[in-house]
DNA sequence: CAGTGGTCTAGACCACGAG
DNA sequence: TCGTGGTCTAGACCACTGC
């Protein structure tokens, strides 16, 4: 199976991409039916819905019923973000990692999460201060609240062994989530914990999950200068 | 068609969504054949499939030939960033987008960008400034470099109407790039183009694309004080 | 080598939504 | 309303890779 083989979906996709990136078929166009293409091509309508269900998944046609597919008028820009866990990122790169738990404590929801955390308004929440290192060097601050309905053994835990971030992976799955990336100044605590001058930029990353309805926890996690999230599109 | 039809490849997907998050497949743990699982939920092992390769493509699972499916032993936070056009994310927030074109000239690729760029090193790029805005507030900073082997026509271009973001969408699709987020700190320029106090952390963005083996642009767009980049997971 | 996922087929029915 | 994509089936062969 060759890439330029028309026979397979890849093969099909191949084509069907470089007709879109020649030109053949400009954006906004029509393209024709997938019983047309699976006739043009000799193969089954399935071979090519596959083919165009690919592209459409990644913006770059518009399939709609009865209206048939068109070419994107305004192909988004979608990247896959992987997001590791943070031992494994760190160890990836050929680092050993090491983290410390600056701070533990059950207290209430912070009035500023009441929004996104939306129940269990009364109840308090597991706090939590983590540095992570790499080669000893600072790598991450993170301060995370865990939800102890969603996850309640954790109120048992202490989290200096295995991290809070890969515990909850392995112990509380979620169904969805928010995820959100911007950027801080390091102000007085930030600065010391991740050995950075006083107002250095840092790029900060937060996440919300869900179980069903229920919230498990918040996250916000503060990389060392320097960092960056990478991907390919 | 509901979730909990277990003749659709939905259906089927949500129960063995249901069976990982009960744990009653443990993560690393082999789970049942797709011929097994077809018989189980009486379809075509294909409806099957299509639910297995979905979870496989969230990250949930991993397939093997011959060594068969798992539950994945660290399932990594994979999310999708839809980055779209400048002026579209603008609208789509209520409100009008309007660019400036600060600076457009012929120059030598600057160094920096030589082991990204690799080929053309000795013709000239158009590098471009250009500052947007959204309802006149200034949103977001952008350098480019096109290369003007990729995109010839952008020579006669002005770039004052459309933007050179949105012309290279519409004219010189890209087959592959990279992508990467990071923070800065404002400096002097960048303080005063986005009006921010000198220092503020600002979220970055740059992204390199070609189209094949020839490189096409490479952008920075460095963003208005607050901005987050936002998704679900 | 043989078991498992990957893919293709030919045909069918259905859901959606544009016209 | 009816054309188009969405999905399902039953069966088949193939490719990879662990045993």
Redesign the interface.
Same mark, same amino acid.
Not at 199 to 204: D, I, K, M
């Given at each position: 199976m060759s890439l330029s083989d028309t026979n397979s979906w890849k093969g099909i996709r191949t084509e069907l991409l470089r007709r &879109?990136?020649d030109r053949i078929w400009q954006?906004g166009e029509q393209i024709p039916h997938e019983a047309d293409l699976a006739e043009e091509f000799g193969c089954a309508r399935t071979t090519v819905n596959r083919a165009l269900r690919d592209l459409a998944q990644s =913006?770059l046609v518009v399939r709609k019923r009865r209206a048939g597919t068109r070419v994107a008028l305004?192909?988004?820009?979608? *990247?896959?973000?992987? &997001?590791?866990?943070i031992r494994?990122e760190i160890e990836a790169l050929g680092h050993t990692y090491r983290h410390s738990l600056l701070e533990r404590d059950l207290r209430p929801l912070p009035p500023v999460l009441h929004g996104a955390f939306q129940v269990t308004l009364g109840a308090d929440v597991l706090f939590l201060k983590t540095l992570h290192f790499a080669d000893d060097r600072p790598y991450a601050y993170e301060e995370r609240y865990i939800n102890l309905e969603a996850a309640p053994e954790a109120r048992d835990l202490a989290f200096d062994r295995i991290s809070a971030n890969e515990w909850l %992976?392995?112990n509380a799955?979620y169904?969805? =989530?928010?995820?959100?990336?911007? *950027? %801080?100044?390091a102000g007085d605590n930030l600065s010391r914990q991740l050995d950075a001058a006083e =107002?250095? *930029?840092?790029? *900060?990353m937060e996440?919300i999950?869900w179980?069903a309805d229920l919230p498990i926890t918040h996250v916000r996690l503060i990389f060392a200068p =320097?960092?960056?999230?990478?991907?390919? &599109?």
């Open positions: &879109i990136h954006p =913006g305004n192909p988004p820009q979608r *990247a896959t973000l992987t &997001i590791p866990i494994e %992976v392995h799955p169904t969805h =989530g928010d995820l959100s990336f911007f *950027a %801080v100044n =107002g250095t *930029a840092l790029f *900060a996440r999950t179980s =320097g960092y960056r999230m990478r991907t390919e &599109i």
